[in-house]
């Protein structure tokens, strides 16, 4: 049969007496008797002193008599006093720790208030920070969107132009044409002139004509290479969206549409020089004189 282990506390709430008097009782009679009594045990990760069934019937033995349970009683009464002021001071301890507790969990819950309303304060100021940049954002879109629309109608109109000085120089060289043609049929018509220089005459409106013919051609190419230059400036227009400058864009169209006009001034003067070197105006001198 295995032996009954039991703890002070143990043994003391058996015999009803406080474990302090018992543990009094227990060192009293050692000292007295000289005697090892009890041994250390580890209970729930503790080491606890244990007594034996041997060392329980011997304190019990001491217990018996009437002048221990006289001081027993007395022990009993000092240790249920002091057991009282344990108790009372423990009280006060628990209720200082729950005080403590209390005002420890009232500064948790101001501090996490204050961090609420200042973690509040910086999402107000980032919002309307972004709501800013949205705003500059816009404004700068509105901007380009705008400089854009003005780029395109000098643009439109820069096109229009040309083709309107397209137009007018193809109507002045059909006029033209119209003019000699006619004057050379009134010419046929009034003189007889040999078929020798008759041919002379309309080989020399065909090389004019070839001349003028030419030049056109050549106008054309150079409207056309205006056109291609527009639509270069466009290109570069949109690669450079990201710009924030319009003076530097609105400068550089500038600068493209002076270089493209004296383009066309230097092709108009080109184009007038066969006007006066041309020998066909002799001979018309010599057909008026002729007619005089």
Do not use: C, H
Not at 47 to 68: A, G, P, R
Not at 162 to 186: G, T
Not at 213 to 219: G, K, M, N, S, T
Request: net charge negative; proline share 1%.
């Amino acid at each position: 049969m295995s032996e009954e282990l039991k703890t002070i506390k143990e043994l003391a709430d058996e015999l009803g007496i406080s474990k302090k008097y018992l543990q009094n009782k227990i060192s009293y009679e050692k000292k007295k008797q000289n005697l090892s009594i009890g041994n250390w045990k580890k209970i729930s990760g503790k080491n606890t002193i244990v007594l034996s069934d041997k060392e329980q019937t011997l304190i019990k033995s001491w217990l018996n008599s009437l002048e221990d349970k006289q001081e027993d009683k007395a022990d009993s009464l000092e240790d249920k006093q002091e057991d009282k002021a344990d108790s009372l001071e423990d009280k006060q301890e628990d209720k200082a720790d729950s005080l403590e507790d209390k005002q420890e969990d009232k500064a948790d819950s101001l501090e996490d208030k204050q961090e609420d309303k200042a973690d509040s304060l910086e999402d107000k100021q980032e919002d309307k920070a972004d709501s800013l940049e949205d705003k500059q954002e816009d404004k700068a879109d509105s901007l380009e969107d705008k400089q854009e629309d003005k780029a395109n109608s000098l643009e439109d109109k820069q096109e229009d132009k040309a083709d309107s000085l397209e137009d007018k120089q193809e109507d002045k060289e059909k006029s033209y044409f119209k003019e000699r043609i006619s004057v050379l049929e009134k010419f046929l018509d009034k003189e007889q002139t040999s078929n020798s220089e008759l041919k002379k005459i309309i080989q020399q409106t065909q090389n004019l004509l070839d001349q003028q013919q030419r030049l056109a051609l050549q106008d054309k190419k150079l409207l056309e290479e205006y056109k291609s230059e527009i639509n270069e400036l466009k290109a570069l227009k949109m690669a450079q969206e990201d710009m924030k400058d319009g003076s530097s864009i609105r400068g550089e169209a500038q600068e493209e549409i002076e270089r493209l006009k004296a383009q066309l001034k230097l092709s108009e003067e080109e184009r007038n020089k066969p006007k006066e070197k041309e020998p066909v105006k002799t001979e018309s001198k010599k057909w008026w004189q002729l007619w005089k």
